[in-house]
């Protein structure tokens, strides 16, 4: 089978190595081993940085175009000028394929969907990574792309692979995933809720994804007395604005007095056991919300930036069948910034790691922090809760869905709706399990930063019910593996869904 990918993410070369963003190398290696030849129609360069990683097939052919950009007059006119030229090697490239695969949204994808049109007895698929929410304000672009998918034009022989469920859609739309981990890698992951609390935020530093707002979250919980601590991975271009930001947080005398874990002795226990299936999940459901709204009061402080080792890192317990072996003291990964408040290391930015260190962060941490604009399948917080992190996430694209939350209700009215009053448990790790329904709640739904903390500070005094969430979080997470992914990727490839 000749498969044909078209999409805007840069394909790179490194000393005559092709490469590209990691994720979407992992994914495209997928599809390129159940086809005897594969080429790609898009850009050859970028200029921003990329966690790079080379393809694990390099027989491929790669056929460059300029990336068609708008937002100014100059890349406007260029990119009209490619337009006809691009149209002609589209058109040329889909005649030969057997399959072709639309990587959307996106300027190209969009350029490609049209000419699709005269193609409608090729098998196409379309993979729209964005946001499929039909209520959701976004660009007219974009519009235009959700709509052209849609038409019935598409239906016969087209699948549009969107994430979460939506009702009204046509036949063509396919509910669909990413995953990330195989299913050895599935564990039930016991978090134990100790203070300082720990948040993890994963992802690129951009106004997209405003990782600011956890600065501000975490200068809100000191300012109520809860000592917490903040991870930034990832890198972009507002790194320097939250270390600068990081350094004017004030963190009071009565959250710097509370106790806490020896950052050296641990932080948080993860507790690992092998799980062998996961439970069944709740039902779908969405309310977006456009927009996020934020309080904050500043405070001015005297500031310093002091080495001292990494607050996420902790000791933990790895259970596998009846057996427990403790793992030695995580290393502080290389190249980490930490930016401190007085004598509270708060917040630690630690730059682009590699996968593994990412997931150890994951294991280590109790929420995962995500308060976007805009969405597809936000593969951070997926990733948090099959490690048994709760996550604080803002309402947009299938985020309600995934959290079974859809924002409406602060938590203690949400649980005691869902679940009903019940006591504590005395063995979170045994008991909750026997609790633990369809109904749980496995996030909050951060829109106001007042509200969010009044939600943690009711699970401090509720922790069995933190418990719960966290199993219910991984239990959602750990059904979606990479075994399945292939094998919905190679139904779409025999047009089979």
Same mark, same amino acid.
């Given at each position: 089978?000749?498969?044909?990918?078209?999409?805007?993410?840069?394909?790179?070369?490194?000393?005559?190595?092709?490469?590209?963003?990691?994720?979407?190398?992992?994914?495209?290696?997928?599809?390129?081993? @159940?086809?005897?030849?594969?080429?790609?129609?898009?850009?050859?360069?970028?200029?921003?940085?990329?966690?790079?990683?080379?393809?694990?097939?390099?027989?491929?052919?790669?056929? $460059?175009?300029?990336?068609?950009?708008?937002?100014?007059?100059?890349?406007?006119?260029?990119?009209?000028?490619?337009?006809?030229?691009?149209?002609?090697?589209?058109?040329?490239?889909? =005649?030969?394929?057997?399959?072709?695969?639309?990587?959307?949204?996106?300027?190209?994808?969009?350029?490609?969907?049209?000419?699709?049109?005269?193609?409608?007895? =090729?098998?196409? /698929?379309?993979?729209?990574?964005?946001?499929?929410?039909?209520?959701?304000?976004?660009?007219? /672009?974009?519009?235009?792309?959700?709509?052209?998918?849609?038409?019935? =034009?598409?239906?016969?022989?087209?699948?549009?692979?969107?994430?979460?469920?939506?009702?009204?859609? +046509?036949?063509? !739309?396919?509910?669909?995933?990413?995953?990330?981990?195989?299913?050895?890698?599935?564990?039930?992951?016991?978090?134990?809720?100790?203070?300082?609390?720990? !948040? !993890?935020?994963?992802?690129?530093?951009?106004?997209?994804?405003?990782?600011?707002?956890?600065?501000?979250?975490?200068?809100?919980?000191?300012?109520?007395?809860?000592?917490?601590?903040?991870?930034?991975?990832?890198?972009?271009?507002?790194?320097?604005?939250?270390?600068?930001?990081?350094?004017?947080?004030?963190?009071?005398?009565?959250?710097?007095?509370?106790?806490?874990?020896?950052?050296?002795?641990?932080?948080?226990?993860? *507790?690992?056991?092998?799980?062998?299936?996961?439970?069944?999940?709740?039902?779908?459901? /969405?309310?977006?919300?456009?927009?996020?709204?934020?309080?904050?009061?500043?405070?001015?402080?005297?500031?310093?930036?002091?080495?001292?080792?990494?607050?996420?890192?902790?000791?933990?317990?790895?259970?596998?069948?009846?057996?427990?072996?403790?793992?030695?003291?995580?290393?502080?990964?290389?190249?980490?910034?930490?930016?401190?408040?007085?004598?509270?290391?708060?917040?630690?930015? @630690?730059?682009?790691?590699?996968?593994?260190?990412?997931?150890?962060?994951?294991?280590?941490?109790?929420?995962?922090?995500?308060?976007?604009?805009?969405?597809?399948?936000?593969?951070?917080?997926?990733?948090?809760?099959? @490690?048994?992190?709760?996550?604080?996430?803002?309402?947009?694209?299938?985020? $309600?869905?995934?959290?079974?939350?859809?924002?409406d209700l602060d938590l203690k009215t949400l649980f005691i709706i869902t679940l009903g009053q019940f006591e504590p448990v005395e063995d979170g790790l045994e008991a909750n399990k026997l609790i633990v329904k369809s109904e749980t709640p496995r996030?909050?739904?951060?829109? =106001?930063?007042?509200?969010?903390?009044?939600?943690?500070?009711?699970?401090?005094? @509720?922790?069995?019910?933190?418990?719960?969430? +966290?199993?219910?979080?991984?239990?959602?997470?750990?059904?979606? *593996?990479?075994?399945?992914?292939?094998?919905?990727?190679?139904?779409?490839?025999?047009?089979?869904?």
């Amino acid at each position: 089978m000749k498969l044909l990918v078209i999409s805007d993410a840069p394909i790179l070369y490194d000393k005559g190595t092709k490469q590209a963003y990691a994720p979407y190398v992992k994914e495209m290696d997928l599809w390129m081993s @159940h086809v005897s030849h594969t080429t790609f129609i898009g850009p050859n360069e970028f200029s921003r940085p990329l966690l790079l990683k080379p393809f694990d097939r390099q027989d491929f052919e790669l056929l $460059p175009v300029k990336r068609l950009e708008y937002n100014r007059i100059s890349t406007a006119i260029k990119s009209l000028i490619n337009i006809p030229g691009q149209i002609q090697l589209l058109y040329k490239q889909m =005649k030969k394929a057997d399959h072709i695969h639309l990587r959307a949204p996106g300027n190209l994808a969009f350029l490609a969907g049209l000419v699709a049109l005269s193609f409608s007895r =090729k098998r196409i /698929s379309v993979k729209y990574a964005g946001n499929w929410d039909p209520n959701s304000k976004q660009p007219l /672009s974009y519009r235009w792309q959700k709509r052209l998918f849609s038409s019935p =034009k598409w239906s016969k022989n087209t699948n549009v692979m969107a994430y979460g469920q939506w009702k009204n859609q +046509s036949e063509n !739309i396919v509910p669909f995933f990413t995953a990330s981990y195989s299913k050895t890698d599935r564990k039930v992951f016991q978090k134990e809720f100790v203070s300082p609390i720990q !948040i !993890i935020f994963v992802g690129t530093l951009s106004k997209n994804k405003n990782p600011q707002l956890l600065i501000e979250l975490i200068e809100g919980l000191h300012k109520h007395g809860i000592s917490a601590q903040a991870h930034f991975y990832g890198d972009g271009p507002m790194m320097q604005q939250l270390k600068q930001h990081a350094r004017t947080v004030m963190v009071t005398e009565r959250s710097r007095s509370q106790p806490q874990s020896n950052p050296n002795a641990g932080s948080s226990l993860s *507790t690992e056991r092998s799980r062998s299936q996961p439970e069944n999940v709740a039902t779908p459901q /969405s309310n977006p919300v456009s927009s996020l709204s934020t309080e904050r009061s500043r405070s001015q402080v005297e500031n310093r930036s002091v080495p001292q080792s990494n607050p996420v890192s902790s000791e933990s317990r790895e259970m596998d069948g009846h057996q427990n072996t403790r793992s030695s003291q995580q290393k502080s990964p290389s190249r980490t910034d930490r930016s401190r408040s007085k004598d509270n290391g708060a917040f630690t930015f @630690h730059g682009n790691q590699p996968a593994e260190v990412v997931r150890k962060a994951y294991k280590q941490a109790h929420f995962v922090f995500l308060a976007s604009q805009s969405e597809g399948w936000p593969k951070a917080v997926a990733e948090a809760m099959w @490690h048994g992190c709760v996550p604080i996430a803002s309402p947009v694209s299938c985020v $309600p869905w995934m959290l079974n939350n859809n924002g409406d209700l602060d938590l203690k009215t949400l649980f005691i709706i869902t679940l009903g009053q019940f006591e504590p448990v005395e063995d979170g790790l045994e008991a909750n399990k026997l609790i633990v329904k369809s109904e749980t709640p496995r996030g909050l739904i951060f829109t =106001k930063i007042n509200r969010t903390i009044t939600d943690l500070q009711w699970l401090l005094n @509720h922790q069995d019910h933190y418990q719960m969430m +966290s199993q219910a979080a991984q239990t959602w997470s750990q059904q979606y *593996t990479l075994e399945d992914f292939e094998k919905e990727i190679v139904k779409l490839l025999n047009h089979q869904t």
